[in-house]
């Protein structure tokens, strides 16, 4: 069954150094989204992305997130100067034709 | 708001037994997903439901709509200790706008 990969599954960065943090959506899927759970906290939505460009965010994804699609198979999120506060599970998710948003594994992101 | 309200927060049963869990909202919906969730883990797509529909079945799983009453209900039926995990509904406006979370119900089944 196609799956929503992410790499790494754990990533470790100093503060103010950039991260980015890697999905492959499931094959002929239009629509992304990447998401953040902070440890013991909800699952928030960051961003959405379809048509090549960011179809909405949240007040979370500021000017120091960005999402790129490089190819035709990676779906990218950028933390340029990374925070402590930055530290969380990020999830990213695909949608094709149907209804259904799938989930990647995560990668947790520590910052220190 | 778009956010789902799990309830109860925590659920905790004896193996075979059924488990059922609640979920509610506040805007108008286009479709309503229930996920599970293993501690430290991703979220596993479960079973999506429409708002045009009022019940869905999957193997064990029975989830069910009422837009009237902005509200959703898991059922899981003869529950197995493989089904502890947090379990969350996310209703969406649009057909492919983005899941809102609320703090889900967490599920003990005891062996």
């Known amino acids: 069954e196609p799956e929503v990969t992410q790499t790494p599954s754990h990533q470790v960065t100093q503060m103010g150094q950039e991260v980015i943090l890697r999905c492959v959506p499931i094959?002929?899927?239009?629509?992304f989204y990447w998401y953040r759970q902070i440890l013991g906290q909800k699952v928030e939505f960051l961003v959405s992305?379809?048509?090549?460009?960011?179809?909405?965010k949240s007040e979370i994804f500021d000017d120091q997130f960005s999402v790129e699609r490089p190819d035709g198979s990676n779906f990218t999120l950028k933390i340029r100067s990374t925070k402590l506060e930055d530290s969380a599970m990020y999830f990213c998710?695909?949608?094709?034709?149907?209804?259904?948003?799938?989930f990647g594994p995560g990668t947790r992101l520590t910052v220190t | 708001s778009q956010q789902g309200e799990e309830d109860p927060q925590a659920l905790s049963i004896q193996e075979g037994e059924n488990a059922t869990m609640n979920c509610s909202y506040k805007?108008?919906?286009?479709?309503l997903q229930w996920y599970r969730q293993n501690s430290g883990r991703g979220l596993v797509h479960l079973i999506l439901?429409?708002?045009?529909?009022r019940e869905k079945h999957s193997g064990r799983l029975r989830v069910t709509l009422d837009t009237s009453k902005k509200s959703s209900s898991l059922l899981i039926t003869a529950s197995r200790a493989a089904d502890t995990a947090s379990y969350f509904c996310?209703?969406?406006?649009?057909?492919?706008?983005?899941?809102?979370f609320g703090d889900g119900t967490t599920l003990t089944v005891k062996p």
């Open positions: 998710a695909s949608k094709g034709t149907n209804y259904e948003q799938y």
């Open positions: 094959s002929n899927h239009l629509y």
């Open positions: 992305f379809y048509n090549n460009e960011i179809s909405e």
């Open positions: 805007t108008s919906i286009n479709n």
């Open positions: 439901i429409r708002s045009n529909e």
């Open positions: 996310a209703p969406r406006i649009t057909n492919a706008g983005k899941s809102t």
